[in-house]
């Protein structure tokens, strides 16, 4: 406690004083100086939550910005199999990576669909760059509508996601362009906020996160370089150690239905009034999110426990390929999705209650996933999952994810795990 004293209080409710290899000052951030977010070093912790700009659309560009020669802004159609296959590829090729180079997201199309095809979605918002003579995709942005509360405020903002550009266009100040026009787009909307999350530090996040793995199938994990053997070890200790029962053991548990979504909606915003930041679901967000789509390949696992005819729990889990690029394999990884249940809801929340309630839901969640045929579950230091990560034998991993608010200032959120269930 009393090396916490001398540090910046801000930095460490984000985890910045703990992850803050790649930040820069921010005389640094060329780009990032100029836009409306909070900046390192001041302290938002004496000022009201809000925006930090105020606009009119009449003030807003009616035209993109121009790019460089050669190059022209399109609108990608996701409807259409060939642009979406176009989108895949680019990001196959080039989105997110390890720090190691070893591993790239491979967002199949019908997770791609589901990220960016959510309720409210529209095309203009699928924004791509092609090269004028290839006609090839070389970089691209999108955002979904969310209905975002942080503490006792709730609005409108832009999720962004899948910014990337081909890699052999990089340092070329081209995502600044990307990011002005996904904004200025939102803003014609009247749409004034935005979220997202990255792996890097940039100005300024409002929490910060860090990934924690369990292994499910530890030996594809260790082949593929993603899991060492620990010291004195054996590969035999190692598959032990994460083995699991074939069968779940919640009496109730079951496959969520079309005729549970009123009740997984109730059950959610209760659940998720815990936190300072959470998204809102009504019933066509939950639909969406959670209801996995006939005749196509699955990409979310949602379930419930039903007792005496009432909903009492809920938890998701969805899966997203990673290459492993060494030899064009993948492993498949499952990420905990949102969770709810009766157990942390109220005015007095029974801790040990809620812990054993956690732990025996998120045991099922890995029997299922393993089921599945995942190879990894992942979850965040976020929510209640304190509670679960240890003894349910997940890792800290090196990512973190940084949650960012565009145009919101709000004074940081605690490690980005329930102040009340410090890691
Ligand atoms: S996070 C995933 C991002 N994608 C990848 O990491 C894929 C692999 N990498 C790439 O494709 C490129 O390296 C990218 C940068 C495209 C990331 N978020 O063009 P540049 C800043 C925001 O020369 P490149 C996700 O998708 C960097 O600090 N800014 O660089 C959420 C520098 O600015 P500054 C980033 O390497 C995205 C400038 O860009 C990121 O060729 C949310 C350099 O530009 C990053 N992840 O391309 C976007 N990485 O000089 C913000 C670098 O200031 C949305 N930079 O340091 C904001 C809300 C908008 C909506 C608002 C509504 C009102």
């Not at 302290?43 to 790019?67: A, C, F, M, T, Y």
């Not at 498949?332 to 054993?356: C, H, M, N, S, W």
Request: hydrophobic content about 40%.
């Amino acid at each position: 406690a009393s090396l916490l004293k001398d540090m910046n209080l801000a930095d460490i409710m984000t985890g910045l004083a703990a992850s803050g290899k790649n930040a820069k000052d921010m005389g640094a951030y060329k780009f990032w100086q100029t836009q409306p977010v909070p900046k390192f070093g001041e302290d938002g912790s004496k000022v009201d939550d809000g925006p930090l700009k105020i606009q009119k659309i009449d003030d807003i560009d009616r035209e993109p910005q121009p790019l460089v020669a050669g190059f022209e802004w399109v609108t990608v159609d996701l409807m259409d199999d060939e642009e979406m296959k176009e989108v895949y590829e680019l990001l196959n090729g080039h989105y997110v990576e390890d720090d190691e180079a070893m591993f790239r997201f491979n967002y199949i199309p019908e997770v791609l669909r589901w990220a960016m095809m959510a309720p409210g979605w529209q095309r203009k918002y699928h924004i791509g760059v092609r090269a004028s003579q290839s006609r090839k995709l070389v970089a691209f942005i999108s955002a979904i509508p969310v209905r975002i509360r942080v503490r006792d405020k709730t609005f409108t903002s832009s999720e962004v996601n899948f910014l990337c550009v081909h890699k052999k266009l990089r340092g070329k100040r081209l995502a600044p362009v990307l990011i002005k026009e996904v904004t200025r787009v939102s803003n014609l909307d009247g749409v004034w906020q935005g979220l997202y999350t990255a792996g890097v530090v940039l100005p300024r996040p409002v929490s910060t996160c860090r990934y924690y793995h369990r292994a499910l199938n530890w030996k594809r994990l260790h082949a593929c370089g993603f899991s060492p053997l620990p010291a004195g070890s054996k590969p035999e200790y190692q598959v032990r150690r994460y083995a699991l029962p074939d069968n779940t053991a919640t009496r109730g548990l079951r496959e969520m239905q079309d005729g549970d979504v009123d009740a997984v909606v109730g059950l959610l915003k209760r659940y998720l009034a815990r936190y300072d930041m959470a998204p809102e679901f009504a019933a066509p967000e939950a639909r969406h999110w959670f209801l996995p789509k006939k005749d196509s390949k699955q990409v979310i696992w949602p379930y419930v426990v039903e007792e005496n005819g009432k909903v009492t729990d809920f938890f998701s889990f969805f899966c997203v390929e990673s290459s492993i690029i060494k030899n064009n394999d993948v492993l498949r990884v499952a990420y905990l999705f949102y969770y709810a249940t009766e157990a942390g809801i109220g005015e007095a929340v029974d801790k040990p209650a809620l812990k054993q309630r956690l732990n025996a839901l998120v045991k099922d969640a890995l029997i299922l996933a393993k089921r599945a045929k995942m190879d990894v579950f992942n979850a965040l230091s976020l929510m209640d999952n304190a509670l679960f990560l240890e003894q349910q034998k997940f890792g800290g991993g090196d990512g973190h994810l940084h949650y960012y608010l565009f145009n919101y200032r709000a004074s940081p959120i605690p490690g980005g795990v329930n102040a009340k269930n410090e890691l």
